[in-house]
T-cell receptor, first 115, second 117 residues
Framework: QKEVEQNSGPLSVPEGAIASLNCTYS??????FFWYRQYSGKSPELIMS????GDKEDGRFTAQLNKASQYVSLLIRDSQPSDSATYLC???????????????FGKGTLLTVNP | EAQVTQNPRYLITVTGKKLTVTCSQN?????MSWYRQDPGLGLRQIYY???????DKGDVPEGYKVSRKEKRNFPLILESPSPNQTSLYFC????????????????FGSGTRLTVV
């Protein structure tokens, strides 16, 4: 069973700090990775995608991918109370099986940013 | 506005009474999928569709049916709902493949909270 695992949290950081969210995946063939943010009672919202080893920055968010270690992370700089949400890591190996563009999601990490 | 629209948002029904949750997207996406989200289990794929008239099972298809007669619509059908289908359901759509190694992310609908009593 191909899995995506996240540190279960919850994670609590003070406002202005860096929040670090981590994720590992079991399918070495996975090629595309995503971070979603989900506020309580709402739908997941795509915040970052990453496909290549290294870092990808978008505003206060940095995604990091290490395929050798099968590890994906998300850093949130200058954390704000509005960043308080559950963060979902997802990966896919859509070439296995050929047709199902399935994202496999981790169970999520609840982040609380304290004012 | 580009979006995935699900209806209804909330539904309480009784065991065995057939129901349909509708999903429609206005982004001309080929790929659509249904997920359910349960505490402690996360998001699990129910069914997916590559294009019109092309559907297949995901990880937890038992008790569900889908159809894809038009590109924009992908309804989820519960022929005989049972209490273990009480869950939060999400429809999602995607453009699909960006390149041989890159998949576009999903856009999710607002969700349908279903309670079967």
């Amino acid at each position: 069973q191909k899995e995506v695992e996240q540190n279960s949290g919850p994670l609590s950081v003070p406002e202005g700090a860096i929040a670090s969210l981590n994720c590992t995946y079991s399918d070495r063939g996975s090629q595309s990775f995503f971070w979603y943010r989900q506020y309580s009672g709402k739908s997941p919202e795509l915040i970052m995608s990453i496909y290549s080893n290294g870092d990808k920055e978008d505003g206060r968010f940095t995604a990091q991918l290490n395929k050798a270690s099968q590890y994906v992370s998300l850093l949130i700089r200058d954390s704000q109370p509005s960043d308080s949400a559950t963060y979902l890591c997802a990966g896919t190996n859509f070439n296995s099986g050929g047709s199902n563009y399935k994202l496999t999601f981790g169970k999520g990490t609840l982040l609380t940013v304290n004012p | 506005e580009a979006q995935v629209t699900q209806n209804p948002r909330y539904l309480i029904t009784v065991t065995g009474k057939k129901l349909t949750v509708t999903c429609s997207q206005n982004m001309n996406h080929e790929y659509m999928s249904w997920y359910r989200q349960d505490p402690g289990l996360g998001l699990r794929q129910i069914y997916y569709s590559m294009n019109v008239e092309v559907t297949d099972k995901g990880d937890v298809p038992e008790g569900y049916k889908v159809s894809r007669k038009e590109k924009r619509n992908f309804p989820l059908i519960l022929e005989s709902p049972s209490p273990n289908q009480t869950s939060l359901y999400f429809c999602a759509s995607s453009l699909g493949v960006n390149s041989p190694t890159q998949l576009y992310g999903y856009t999710f609908g607002s969700g349908t909270r279903l309670t079967v009593v």
